[in-house]
Structure formats: C-alpha cells, structure tokens
C-alpha cells in the first residue's frame, strides 16, 4: 500500500497518525519545525516509541535547510518531499496553508481531506455523524472535515434527527464554553467571558442542511485545558420521547453517553481527567464526545457535553480515507470497518465507550 500523507503533524494530525499505525497503515509525516522542548514533536517521538519510525518532511519554506538539520537533531527520519508518492493526502495545517495545499492537491488531481478552520468554498464540508453524509459520497474529490466543536454538535443533532424529522425542530441554540489551551502549550490561561456570535451554525448547517435557518451559536473561552464544553437546546414543534433519544446516544457507539450530568464544567473536565488517568489514556484525551440529556419541557431537551479538542476529529477522517483509497465503497462500510479495527490506547472503539461509561456511571472523586 502507498503511503497516506499527513500534511500538519501536529495536534489533530498525530491523533490521526495514532489511529491509522494502530492498523499499520503506512504514513508519512510533514511537519514545518521541530525543537526537544515542542509537544508536537514529542507527540511523533512517542509514536516513533510506540508504533516504530517513519519519515518526515519537512515544509519548504524560509530557512529550510536549519530546519531539516533541526528535524535530523530531535530524531525524525528525514525525507525530500516528492507530492507524486501519494495516493491520496489528509491535511492537518491552517489558514492560508492549507488554502496553498488545496490549490496543490486539486491541480495534480489529489483526493484530500482538509482540517475544520479552513474558512474555504473550495470543498464541502464532512464528518462521519449520523444522518450527517450519503450513501453515495464521492471519495474522491477534495472535502473538510469540520471542527472538532462542529463534530460534537452535527454527532448529538444526527442522533435527534433519527428520531425527530428536521421539520419539526423549530430552534436549536448552541452555547460553547471554549478551553484556552492545549495541554503542554505555552499559552498563558486567559478568559473571554462574553459570549458572542460564532461560526459553528454555519458549519453544523453545512453537513446537516435540512436544519438551515434553525441553529444558532454563541462561544466565549474559559481558562482551562483539555476540553469545550458545549450545551444545546433543541426546541420542537411537538412533545419529544426523550427516552427514545436516549437510546439512540447509548446505541451509538462513536460517543460516551452518561445517565446524569457532571457538575460544573470545570468540575467535568477534572473527573474527565481522572477516569483517563486511570484508564491509561494520555492527557485526557477520550477521543469521543461525551453527552448528557435531560427534558426541560414536553417540547424542549438539552444535551451537555465535552469536546476533546485535540482528537474528535480523527475517526472520521479515517472514514474518509477508506474511500479515498478504494477501498470501501459506501461511508456506513467505512464507519463499520473504522470501528473494528482501530485502536486507541489499546482499546478498540465500542471498548473504549464502555470503559468511560462504566468508570463514570458514579461520580468520581476529584484530586487536584
């Protein structure tokens, strides 16, 4: 098999990195720098440790040839960048990179994946939610997957919409309590208290357009790590069985669905914290959203929850590329095949949700 390139090996990428070697599908890494005391270059050092080496490249640009020296120093396995070598690309940068790659990719005919925060009418947008893609998806032309915080709100609205018709649903508001920093960056802790209009209707909408006109978002950032935490109210036109919803959470297995809420967000994020730590899975980092439900009136639920930031995105982008490569034909196979076969810290997808259910079915006590 051709390597799959993954262009960013940075937060999201090697957490996409991580899932694809857990089935040894070869990779190639890009990454721009490098430098001992970076997290992100530790991050590939510990997947050189864990799953053994493979190459890197390193971006053009200014200083190019200190900075594959650099790459060299840490450890990386050094190779020149040739686009040809691959059959198809995920890419993991920003901003006007990643519209620099685009522009690459689709002239030499790439199929590829993009990172959410591309503001970009390039490519439409993906991810693997319920009722979120078709069953004829075309693999092979450019698309962007959406923010993680796009992911965890398109999930819990697919998962309502097996059960509620997008007719009915007459409003639904989006409040993001956004985390201020990744753990192990330099960031200061700072706050933004004051929510205020944000872009993740428009990108829900973009893979849920039945829901058009419906959602509305607001987002401020909190001085903590790890997580967002997000809650959504959805208002519809008659009474809902919210215990049907319920199931639906339980039943599917991309999410860790909880009886009872976790306090306060801060407190959440704490015992979030610990059950991982004890779990064995590093920083926290749970891979799939968490969700909790209750009834505020026959026409009204909220669903509450936590985004980890850093990985939510990766297991769709794996879908993706089953059939950009050929070799699934439809995304349910893709969701199917995603979910059999990797693995996360040792756990295989459904193994992974009932491990955090069962380890939060009781509150937990929190040590600072």
Known sequence: ?????????????????????????????AKYSAAPDDIKTKEILQLYKEFGRFPVIVGAGENYAERVEKCKAVGFDVLHHELSRYKTIIDATDGDTTIKHMHDYKKNSKPFLVQGGTESELVHD?????????ENYEYDKGARQVSCNSTFCATALGLVLKLVSADDVVKVSVKLQRRCRDPGE??????????????????????LPQLKGKIFSQANTNTWEHFHHTTLVIDVAHPVAIEKIKQSFREYERCIFLEHDLGSALHGIELLRSVSEKLGVADADTLLPIYSMRQLSPQRIEITGYTPQRSIVALSCVDWLWGALGMK????????????????????????????????????????
């Not at 051709?2 to 694809?20: F, K």
């Not at 993906?126 to 078709?134: H, N």
């Not at 459904?350 to 259910?357: F, I, S």
Request: aromatic share 8%.
């Open 1 to 29: 098999m051709q390597p799959v390139l993954i262009n960013g090996l940075g937060t999201v990428g090697s957490r996409i990195a991580r899932l694809l070697l857990s089935m040894d599908i070869p990779i190639h890494g």
């Open 126 to 134: 993906f991810v693997s939610a319920p009722r979120a893609v078709c």
């Open 186 to 207: 330099k960031k200061e802790l700072k706050a933004d208290p004051e929510m205020k209009d944000s872009h993740h209707a428009q990108s829900v909408i973009g893979v």
């Open 329 to 368: 034909k439809s995304w349910r196979e893709a969701f199917a095949f995603t979910n059999e076969n990797v693995k996360w810290h040792g756990y295989a997808v459904l193994d992974l949700k009932r491990a955090y259910e069962k380890a939060l079915e009781t509150p937990v006590a929190v040590h600072g």
